[in-house]
């Protein structure tokens, strides 16, 4: 839900592609090659921030994830260290905007309240931490 404002409110250079993806993370290695950098938003639970917060992560953080963290079935940090040990080509640069959510229960085409009532600003910082990243050597 967040995915589209967010896109909205980003103003791509010429040497930037923003794409909505909601695949698996098996789906999103083979749509890598040839790029420098990766900016993923996505949700992530750890138990520790308040819903909403918004937090930017380096490659070496997202690989040391667990599944708890991540709360998707084969999540991105495993599709990055499977593609790693296969030697398949991976963006130099890897960062994840994570958005705290809280908790993982049920699926639903809505958002948790919580959230709900917060999301232009966690949009506004979610668009923050992009540019943040992509900003980053």
Known sequence: ???PRLAGRLRPGPETTIREFSGSPLDL????DGY???VVVDSIVTGKLPV??????????ILGF???VYPHGMNLPEVFALAERM???LP????LVGIEIGRVGSFS???DPELESAVDRITDEAAGAVREALSRS
């Open 1 to 3: 839900m967040v995915g």
């Open 29 to 32: 290695i083979g749509q890598l």
């Open 36 to 38: 420098l950098r990766l």
């Open 52 to 61: 909403g917060t918004v937090t930017l992560f380096g490659r070496e953080e």
């Open 66 to 68: 667990s599944n708890s």
């Open 87 to 89: 030697n398949l080509p």
């Open 92 to 95: 130099e640069h890897i960062h």
């Open 109 to 111: 085409d809505r958002m």
